[in-house]
C-alpha cells in the first residue's frame, strides 16, 4: 500500500451554518456521502427519522472519546501493585459484582471523566489466559524512559526491550511486561496530559481498517442536503470523529502504522493499528476484551455501526440498549479483524462515576 494516499492533500475552506467562522475541509471524506434517505432504509435499526438539522445537532455534540480499555488479568492486587508502583498509575475504583462472579480494578494517570483509564477484570478463579498474537501493546509516554526503565528493573518488572531509537525511527522507546504477559510500550516524548498514550492492534488491512473506524466515528452518512454535508463533516471532524492522524511505513521491517484518535497524538489516546506485510490473521486470545468509547446516542451510533459493517466487515455483538442490571446504554461491535469497541451512552458513564 502507498501510506501517504491515505492522508488528504487538500482542504477547502467552505462557509458553515449558524453565523460560524470559514471551515477547513478535507476532501478525503467527501465522496464517502450517502443519502440519508437510503440510510434509514438501509439501517434498519430504530432511529426515529431525524432531520438533518437535528443530526447536525447531534453530531456537534456528540463528543466522542475513548474511555477505558478492558482486559483480564489472572491476579489483581498483582496488576494494581505493579501498575501503581512501576508504571505510575493510580487506583481510580474498584467493584466486586458476586452474583457474576468478577471483579474490576480501574487504573490511570487521572480521573475517568477526563483520562483514558484501563478496567481490568479479575474472573474468580481464573489465574492465566491467552493474549494471542493480534494484540500489540499499551503505551506509556515518560520524559526520560532510561530512567524509568531502570527504575522498573529495580523493583523487579521484567523488561522485554531495552530503551534505544525504535528500529527504523529515533524515538526513544523500551518495552517492559506486566504480571499477565501485556506489553507496555514506554515512549519517550515531552510533559504530556495524558501518559496512557495507545493502544496498538494487529490489523490483516490497515485500509480496511482505517475505513472503518473513520466511518464508524463520523457521522456523515446520516446527512442529506449537500452544504449541510460538508459542515456536518467538518462537525464531526471537530467535535466527534475518530481521525486518522498519521500513518507510517516501515519497509525495513516490512510494517506499515496508523495511528488514530480524537486529539493530538501527543495529548491523548490513540489506536495504533499495525499491518505486518503478508500477514492477514491473527489469533486474539481470551485476555484482551475491547476499548469503551463515549457517545451520546447509542441507537444513532448503531445505525451507522450496523451500516458501515455490512459494508466492510465486522459485526453488532450488543444492539443498542441498557445493560440489564447496570442500565447503561451500550451499543457492542466488532471491527473486520474481530476487535471489539464498545460504544457507552455519555450520561450513563458520568452517572457510573456518580457524577450525573
Ligand atoms: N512486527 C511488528 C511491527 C510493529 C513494530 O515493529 N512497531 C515498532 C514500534 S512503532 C516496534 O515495536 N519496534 C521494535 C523496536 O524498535 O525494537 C509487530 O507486529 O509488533
Ligand atoms: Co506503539
Same mark, same amino acid.
Not at 260 to 277: F, H, P
Given at each position: 500500500?502507498?501510506?501517504?494516499?491515505?492522508?488528504?492533500?487538500?482542504?477547502?475552506?467552505?462557509?458553515?451554518?449558524?453565523?460560524?467562522?470559514?471551515?477547513?475541509?478535507?476532501?478525503?471524506?467527501?465522496?464517502?456521502?450517502?443519502?440519508?434517505?437510503?440510510?434509514?432504509?438501509?439501517?434498519?435499526?430504530?432511529?426515529?427519522?431525524?432531520?438533518?438539522?437535528?443530526?447536525?445537532?447531534?453530531?456537534?455534540?456528540?463528543?466522542?472519546?475513548?474511555?477505558?480499555?478492558?482486559?483480564?488479568?489472572?491476579?489483581?492486587?498483582?496488576?494494581?501493585?505493579?501498575?501503581?508502583?512501576?508504571?505510575?498509575?493510580?487506583?481510580?475504583?474498584?467493584?466486586?459484582?458476586?452474583?457474576?462472579?468478577?471483579?474490576?480494578?480501574?487504573?490511570?494517570?487521572?480521573?475517568?471523566?477526563?483520562?483514558?483509564?484501563?478496567?481490568?477484570?479479575?474472573?474468580?478463579?481464573?489465574?492465566? $489466559?491467552?493474549? @494471542?498474537?493480534?494484540?500489540?501493546?499499551?503505551?506509556? #509516554?515518560?520524559?526520560? %524512559?532510561?530512567?524509568?526503565? /531502570? +527504575?522498573?528493573?529495580?523493583?523487579?518488572?521484567?523488561?522485554?526491550?531495552?530503551?534505544?531509537?525504535?528500529?527504523?525511527?529515533?524515538?526513544?522507546?523500551?518495552?517492559?511486561?506486566?504480571?499477565?504477559?501485556?506489553?507496555?510500550?514506554?515512549?519517550?516524548?515531552?510533559?504530556?496530559?495524558?501518559?496512557?498514550?495507545?493502544?496498538?492492534?494487529?490489523?490483516?488491512?490497515?485500509?480496511?481498517?482505517?475505513?472503518?473506524?473513520?466511518?464508524?466515528?463520523?457521522?456523515?452518512?446520516?446527512?442529506?442536503?449537500?452544504?449541510?454535508?460538508?459542515?456536518?463533516?467538518?462537525?464531526?471532524?471537530?467535535?466527534?470523529?475518530?481521525?486518522?492522524?498519521?500513518?507510517?511505513?516501515?519497509?525495513?521491517?516490512?510494517?506499515?502504522?496508523?495511528?488514530?484518535?480524537?486529539?493530538?497524538?501527543?495529548?491523548?489516546?490513540?489506536?495504533?493499528?499495525? $499491518?505486518?506485510? @503478508?500477514?492477514?490473521?491473527?489469533?486474539?486470545?481470551? #485476555?484482551?476484551?475491547? %476499548?469503551?468509547?463515549?457517545? /451520546? +446516542?447509542?441507537?444513532?451510533?448503531?445505525?451507522?455501526?450496523?451500516?458501515?459493517?455490512?459494508?466492510?466487515?465486522?459485526?453488532?455483538?450488543?444492539?443498542?440498549?441498557?445493560?440489564?442490571?447496570?442500565?447503561?446504554?451500550?451499543?457492542?461491535?466488532?471491527?473486520?479483524?474481530?476487535?471489539?469497541?464498545?460504544?457507552?451512552?455519555?450520561?450513563?458513564?458520568?452517572?457510573?462515576?456518580?457524577?450525573?
Amino acid at each position: 500500500m502507498r501510506s501517504h494516499s491515505l492522508l488528504p492533500e487538500r482542504s477547502y475552506l467552505v462557509p458553515a451554518r449558524a453565523g460560524r467562522q470559514w471551515i477547513k475541509l478535507s476532501p478525503l471524506f467527501s465522496e464517502e456521502i450517502s443519502d440519508s434517505s437510503s440510510v434509514y432504509m438501509a439501517s434498519g435499526a430504530e432511529v426515529e427519522s431525524l432531520s438533518s438539522e437535528n443530526l447536525l445537532e447531534w453530531a456537534q455534540k456528540d463528543k466522542r472519546r475513548f474511555l477505558h480499555a478492558v482486559y483480564r488479568v489472572g491476579n489483581l492486587d498483582r496488576t494494581i501493585e505493579f501498575y501503581t508502583e512501576c508504571l505510575g498509575m493510580k487506583l481510580l475504583r474498584k467493584r466486586d459484582i458476586p452474583e457474576e462472579k468478577y471483579s474490576n480494578a480501574f487504573l490511570g494517570f487521572g480521573p475517568e471523566d477526563s483520562h483514558f483509564v484501563v478496567e481490568l477484570t479479575y474472573n474468580y478463579g481464573v489465574d492465566k $489466559y491467552d493474549i @494471542g498474537t493480534g494484540f500489540g501493546h499499551f503505551a506509556i #509516554a515518560s520524559e526520560d %524512559v532510561y530512567k524509568l526503565v /531502570e +527504575d522498573i528493573r529495580s523493583k523487579g518488572g521484567k523488561i522485554k526491550r531495552e530503551p534505544g531509537p525504535v528500529k527504523g525511527g529515533t524515538t526513544v522507546i523500551a518495552f517492559v511486561e506486566d504480571p499477565d504477559g501485556y506489553l507496555f510500550e514506554l515512549i519517550q516524548r515531552g510533559p504530556t496530559p495524558e501518559p496512557l498514550c495507545q493502544v496498538m492492534l494487529r490489523v490483516g488491512d490497515l485500509e480496511r481498517s482505517i475505513k472503518f473506524y473513520e466511518k464508524v466515528t463520523y457521522i456523515i452518512s446520516f446527512i442529506g442536503c449537500s452544504i449541510l454535508k460538508i459542515c456536518a463533516i467538518y462537525i464531526a471532524e471537530q467535535a466527534c470523529g475518530m481521525k486518522l492522524l498519521r500513518t507510517k511505513d516501515n519497509p525495513d521491517y516490512k510494517y506499515t502504522i496508523a495511528m488514530l484518535g480524537y486529539a493530538e497524538e501527543t495529548e491523548s489516546i490513540v489506536l495504533e493499528l499495525t $499491518y505486518n506485510y @503478508g500477514v492477514t490473521e491473527y489469533t486474539k486470545g481470551n #485476555a484482551y476484551a475491547q %476499548v469503551a468509547i463515549s457517545t /451520546e +446516542d447509542v441507537y444513532k451510533s448503531g445505525a451507522v455501526v450496523d451500516l458501515v459493517t455490512k459494508e466492510l466487515g465486522g459485526k453488532i455483538t450488543r444492539q443498542p440498549g441498557p445493560i440489564p442490571g447496570i442500565n447503561t446504554k451500550i451499543v457492542s461491535f466488532l471491527d473486520p479483524d474481530g476487535w471489539k469497541t464498545v460504544l457507552v451512552d455519555h450520561l450513563d458513564f458520568l452517572k457510573e462515576l456518580g457524577q450525573a
